[in-house]
């Protein structure tokens, strides 16, 4: 892994992590920590989308994010997608510990297998944890396990109607509730955001694809996050 740190007009620093493997297989162990500390503005993404490639019988890839966020500070982490591919066995989590007094933004996407490529997840295993902390007390918990046939899985229509792409963003600021009208008005039937308590925004989205999915979050990030999206992320 390597972390990049790109010359930018805004004043928060931004970090691009780079994955020199191109990919995630069973038996890669990957492990992040990062800090914003006391009044600073942090924004992470990724160099490209993550992809979690076949893995053999009885391996794991394993993915370990952790992130602190200091009194008034901001953290923006904002990774390009993960794309799951047929026979991938991928474990991931992402632990973020928030002071009373910081900000976060967070956007994590997965794509079930390429559209373009005509291609069907029948065989894959995940294992996907997002746990939001604050002052060590849990604020948001999100846990996804996907076994087997993923495709017929999610062609359940009280599951995801066949979609193939989720993004999951949790925004805490104490704007987030006034933040809440704007956002439903961009939303389609396939999505949904909600005020948790009183400073945290929750949205889930489903799209066929992950184009589509992209059209609608890009206008979302921008404004939540207050300043242009990564570089990354426009080309």
Same mark, same amino acid.
């Given at each position: 892994?390597? $972390? $990049?740190?790109?010359?930018?007009?805004?004043?928060?620093?931004?970090? *691009?992590? *780079?994955?020199?493997?191109?990919? *995630? %297989?069973?038996?890669?162990?990957?492990?992040?920590?990062? &800090?914003?500390?006391?009044? &600073?503005?942090?924004? $992470?993404?990724?160099?490209?989308?993550?992809?979690?490639?076949?893995? !053999?019988?009885?391996? &794991?890839?394993?993915?370990?994010?952790?992130?602190?966020?200091?009194?008034?500070?901001?953290? @923006?982490?904002?990774? !390009?997608? %993960?794309?799951?591919? !047929?026979?991938?066995?991928?474990?991931?989590?992402? &632990? *973020?510990? #928030?002071?009373?007094?910081?900000?976060?933004?967070?956007?994590?996407?997965?794509?079930?297998?390429?559209? =373009?490529?005509?291609?069907? $997840?029948?065989?894959?295993?995940?294992?996907?944890?997002?746990?939001?902390?604050? @002052?060590?007390? /849990?604020?948001?918990?999100?846990?996804? +396990?996907?076994?087997?046939?993923?495709?017929?899985?999610?062609?359940? /229509?009280?599951?995801?109607?066949? @979609?193939?792409?989720?993004?999951?963003?949790?925004?805490?600021?104490?704007?987030?509730?006034?933040?809440? =009208? /704007?956002?439903?008005?961009?939303?389609?039937? %396939? @999505?949904?955001?909600?005020?948790?308590?009183?400073? #945290?925004?929750?949205?889930? =989205?489903? =799209? /066929?694809?992950?184009?589509?999915?992209? !059209?609608?979050? #890009?206008?979302?990030?921008?404004?939540? +996050?207050?300043?242009?999206?990564?570089?990354?992320?426009?080309?």
């Amino acid at each position: 892994m390597k $972390l $990049l740190f790109p010359r930018t007009d805004d004043a928060a620093l931004q970090g *691009v992590v *780079v994955n020199t493997a191109g990919g *995630v %297989t069973g038996g890669d162990r990957l492990n992040l920590h990062a &800090t914003a500390r006391v009044g &600073t503005s942090l924004t $992470l993404t990724t160099q490209a989308a993550e992809r979690a490639y076949r893995a !053999q019988s009885g391996e &794991t890839g394993l993915i370990r994010n952790t992130v602190s966020v200091a009194p008034q500070a901001n953290l @923006a982490w904002l990774p !390009q997608e %993960t794309i799951l591919f !047929q026979g991938c066995s991928l474990d991931r989590s992402l &632990t *973020v510990d #928030l002071d009373a007094e910081s900000r976060l933004l967070l956007c994590e996407t997965l794509v079930f297998g390429r559209a =373009a490529m005509g291609e069907k $997840l029948t065989k894959a295993r995940l294992n996907d944890r997002i746990d939001i902390r604050r @002052a060590g007390h /849990p604020l948001f918990l999100d846990t996804i +396990h996907l076994h087997g046939d993923v495709a017929a899985h999610l062609a359940n /229509p009280t599951i995801a109607g066949g @979609a193939g792409a989720m993004a999951t963003l949790a925004y805490v600021a104490p704007d987030a509730e006034g933040r809440l =009208a /704007p956002l439903r008005a961009q939303l389609g039937p %396939t @999505a949904g955001a909600s005020i948790i308590g009183d400073d #945290l925004l929750i949205l889930r =989205a489903l =799209a /066929p694809d992950s184009f589509a999915l992209r !059209q609608l979050l #890009l206008p979302i990030l921008s404004d939540l +996050h207050g300043a242009p999206l990564p570089r990354p992320w426009m080309i």
